[in-house]
């Protein structure tokens, strides 16, 4: 082609353009404290990468059993015959659980009925085949090898029945769920009006979470109490889950969860493998570890289900966005309502007052889906931020300048003012360091060599939510604080936050404070889901420690033999490890040494955000189901990115490349900007999987899950993940949180799919709105 390459006439070099990979402003900090603000490194770093830190199912009880799962192979009907006698007969084999021998689980409650089950199917308990790769078994042995072996022996013969596999075959009966319609302004009648419309479905395939540690626990049932280490993000909800399917008091399990090696919203709960260990495990009188393999992941619990959305917008010549219709549908299983709402977004990004969107299920013979990082957000954006971008052709407008055209200045949907929105310096910020006013507007005009170059941007924003949460801390006789509470670190950093926002009130450099979490002996705390916990544990931890503060020196300066005996609390400072006097130098009293004089009953503080006027079993109910999450009410708050990416395609081949990425981000006060940008990039990264590689390929014929392990079901490595630049534009927002930060952990993800699209169009002319963008789509 004559095209010569215009990024190069540009005078852009394509070296520099691969800008640093370091976090902008954010310099590392000489603090010796080391508290909340600081960029320190996680806490427990070491024990993860030297193998210390224990998970789950490297938990070795004594005397261990071992458990496997067996799945069905259809995906509708019935068995019509199941023989478990040669795996009995197998060495080493203790039990087969079947429905044939059933041990007794109950239905739990749903998570949208106030319970914590994402499914309600209950393994066992009948013939009843609803999706391929169903949990139909455990086989129990004293060996994991022979458990497996024995499992290949199980015959198990069909009744098979027409199966629905895809949301959009004959037969499938949608259902509304009209609670997340939006109807604002008059949609219809604004679309008529409008000069340029466009309408265009946009879909995502079933995607799966992926996390490194698979789902995996030891059960161990022992004197009419259950204990299950099992990765959580949710140790409170895990507990309910299995005293309901056991028929146990909820104060009768407990979950232990110290590390979870990632779930990206696929642990919030436990799934059928754990009711089938821990039924066994109280029948068997032993303990009992159940690890689903890779391939038993894709189908013993549900990742995001395939989207659907018919999106249409109508604008003014000028571009201004008059009217948004949205016609969206999720698959969800056949006994199970999980919405995947495509327009959490939709009528939130920009300044529209004319919306119409409705959202149905369709249920299908599947497992029934589940979160994953940015549930609704996630394809509600892919749509919306692909839309803006044909939009801004149609119009022939730059597709940052349609944005800004439509800047909404309050959020539409509530009416209500925004907490912060620090959008505008984000798209700037962003456009600056990407070099985005070298764009051409005109797709296929930037080329190097073979390659045809591509520069797409997206905006993405991620809600803040709330729930009280308590912490405890304690001082011990060597001195040192620890710091407890129940909530969850799944790789996020919540060990790292927690001591850091300890050390700051307390005095002492945050290194030294130990934190103790995942575990519902713990203080409560409510999901490390909804990108919350970070803000609602920060804050009862806040509180702890002030309480911890003011009785040291309330110690100090009371008890006889404290040196600061006499002194006025007023008069006293926590500092260099001890309780100092404000004016008289040299006059202290070392923790160590309060510790060693004060009755140890003084030693342990508790706090927390809950209303004081609550009781312990209101308290239990709040953080055991997810309804009473709430929002900040007199403002809408939320976390707002802008995201530029440049990929590059060959022209021959198709093959698509991301060359670099720019984010610019704000989630308000960052707790620890080395952490928050970790989590900002694994966002970004896991965008890329879903934009170019991610895709559940269900059999048509038996609904199997065809690529049901990572070297078929892609993901990201290395060397698929550019450099990436993430710039920090966000300021504390007291509205939204009390320690002022709003929602990271979902936020990264949210528009970098648009964003590639939107390149990949810029690049090639080729516009995919159906993802993976796979290289037969732009050939
Ligand atoms: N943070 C910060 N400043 C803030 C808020 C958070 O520095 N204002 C940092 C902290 O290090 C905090 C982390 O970001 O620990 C995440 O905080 P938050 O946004 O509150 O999210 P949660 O703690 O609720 O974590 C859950 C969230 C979700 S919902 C998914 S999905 C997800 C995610 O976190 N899954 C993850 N990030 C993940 N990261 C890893 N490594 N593994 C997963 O499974
Ligand atoms: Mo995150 S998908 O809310 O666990």
């Given at each position: 082609?004559a095209?010569?390459?215009a990024?190069g006439?540009?005078g ?16 590392e ?31 070795q ?12 192979t ?13 795996a ?6 203790v039990?087969?659980y ?13 998570i ?39 499992a ?19 037969g ?12 604002m ?7 008529q ?14 995607e ?22 099992e ?15 056991m ?17 990206f ?10 009711a089938l ?10 303990p ?12 013993g ?8 959305q ?19 549908f ?21 300044a ?28 509600s954006?892919?749509?919306l ?16 300048e ?19 929105r ?11 360091a ?34 009280p ?12 604080f ?18 850091q ?10 290194t ?9 002996e ?17 804050a009862?931890?806040?509180d ?46 070392s923790?160590?040494?309060l ?14 955000t ?20 709430s ?50 990039i ?17 059999d ?17 490595v ?11 534009v ?39 709105r159906?993802?993976p ?7």
């Amino acid at each position: 082609t004559a095209a010569i390459s215009a990024a190069g006439s540009l005078g852009l070099s394509m070296q520099s353009a691969s800008a640093s990979d370091t976090a902008t402003a954010e310099p590392e900090t000489t603090d010796p404290i080391e508290g909340l603000g600081a960029g320190r490194s996680r806490g427990d770093g070491k024990v993860k990468v030297t193998g210390e830190a224990r998970y789950a199912v490297e938990h070795q009880p004594g005397n261990p059993l071992y458990g496997v799962v067996i799945q069905s192979t259809v995906a509708s009907g019935r068995i019509s015959r199941m023989s478990t006698e040669k795996a009995q007969q197998a060495s080493g084999v203790v039990a087969v659980y079947t429905h044939l021998n059933s041990l007794k689980i109950n239905k739990p409650t749903a998570i949208a009925d106030g319970g914590a089950a994402q499914s309600t199917y209950t393994p066992i308990q009948d013939d009843v085949i609803i999706h391929n790769g169903q949990n139909i078994g455990l086989v129990v042995a004293e060996t994991f090898e022979q458990a497996t072996y024995a499992a290949s022996l199980v015959e198990i013969d069909y009744e098979t029945s027409p199966a629905l596999i895809f949301a959009t075959d004959e037969g499938v009966e949608p259902k509304p769920v009209s609670k997340q319609d939006i109807d604002m302004g008059d949609a219809q009648a604004a679309m008529q009006q409008a000069e340029v419309r466009l309408s265009q479905r946009y879909t995502t395939p079933r995607e799966y979470n992926m996390p490194m540690e698979p789902h995996a626990c030891v059960a161990e049932w022992q004197d009419g109490r259950m204990t299950v280490w099992e990765p959580s993000q949710w140790v409170a909800g895990a507990q309910v889950e299995i005293a309901e399917w056991m028929g146990i008091d909820v104060e009768d399990v407990r979950i232990i969860s110290p590390y979870v090696g990632g779930g990206f919203g696929s642990k919030p709960v436990p799934y059928t493998h754990v009711a089938l260990a821990s039924v066994a495990s109280r029948a068997l009188k032993r303990p009992i570890k159940v690890s689903l393999t890779r391939p038993q992941t894709f189908t013993g619990l549900g990742g995001r289900p395939a989207t659907s959305q018919q999106l249409e917008l109508g604008a003014s010549r000028d571009g201004k966005i008059q009217a948004i219709i949205q016609r969206s549908f999720s698959e969800t299983s056949l006994i199970d309502v999980f919405a995947e709402n495509c327009s959490k977004v939709t009528a939130r990004m920009y300044a529209v007052g004319n919306v119409s969107a409705q959202h149905q299920v369709r249920p299908i013979n599947t497992v029934t889906p589940g979160w994953m990082r940015a549930p609704g957000e996630n394809p509600s954006a892919f749509g919306l931020e692909v839309a803006m971008d044909e939009m801004a052709y149609a119009l022939n407008i730059d597709p940052l300048e349609l944005r800004l055209r439509n800047w909404a200045e309050k959020d539409y949907q509530l009416d209500l003012p925004w907490s912060s929105r620090r959008l505008k310096e984000a798209y700037q910020k962003g456009a600056e360091a990407f070099g985005w006013d070298k764009r051409i507007m005109t797709p296929r005009s930037m080329r190097e060599g073979r390659e045809l170059i591509g520069w797409g941007m997206a905006s993405g924003t991620y809600p803040v939510n709330k729930l009280p949460a308590e912490a405890k801390i304690i001082l011990t006789p060597q001195g040192k604080f620890v710091v407890q509470c129940a909530g969850a670190d799944i790789g996020t950093g919540t060990y790292t936050i927690l001591a850091q926002t300890a050390a700051d009130i307390l005095g002492v450099a945050s290194t030294t404070i130990e934190v103790q979490l995942g575990d519902t002996e713990l203080p409560r705390a409510g999901v490390a889901g909804g990108s919350q916990l970070a803000g609602n544990v920060t804050a009862a931890v806040n509180d702890t420690a002030r309480r911890m503060r003011d009785q040291l020196l309330k110690l100090a300066s009371e008890l006889p033999q404290s040196p600061l005996n006499g002194t006025p609390a007023s008069q006293l400072t926590l500092k260099g490890d001890g309780v100092q006097h404000n004016l008289r130098s040299g006059l202290a009293v070392s923790f160590a040494r309060l510790a060693s004089l004060a009755p140890a009953e003084s030693l342990t503080v508790k706090g927390g955000t809950f209303p004081d006027d609550l009781s312990q079993s209101e308290r239990d109910k709040m953080v055991r189901n997810l309804n009473d999450m709430s929002r900040p009410e007199k403002f809408s708050a939320h976390s707002w990115s802008a995201q530029f990416v440049e990929v590059r395609v060959d022209e021959d081949f198709g093959t698509i490349r991301v060359k670099r990425m720019v984010a610019a981000l704000d989630s308000g006060r960052l707790y620890n900007p080395k952490l928050a940008r970790s989590q900002w990039i694994g966002g970004m990264i896991m965008g890329v999987g879903q934009a170019l590689m991610e895709e559940g390929i269900v059999d048509p014929r038996n609904g199997r899950v065809i690529n049901n392990n990572l070297a078929d079901y892609l993901v990201p490595v290395n060397g698929d993940i550019p450099s990436i630049t993430t710039i920090n534009v966000g300021e504390p927002d007291f509205e939204a949180t009390t320690m002022g930060g709003k929602a990271v952990g979902e936020l990264g993800i949210v528009g970098v799919a648009a964003a590639i699209s939107n390149a990949v169009f810029h690049a090639t002319g080729k516009r995919v709105r159906d993802l993976p963008i796979t290289l037969d789509k732009i050939i």
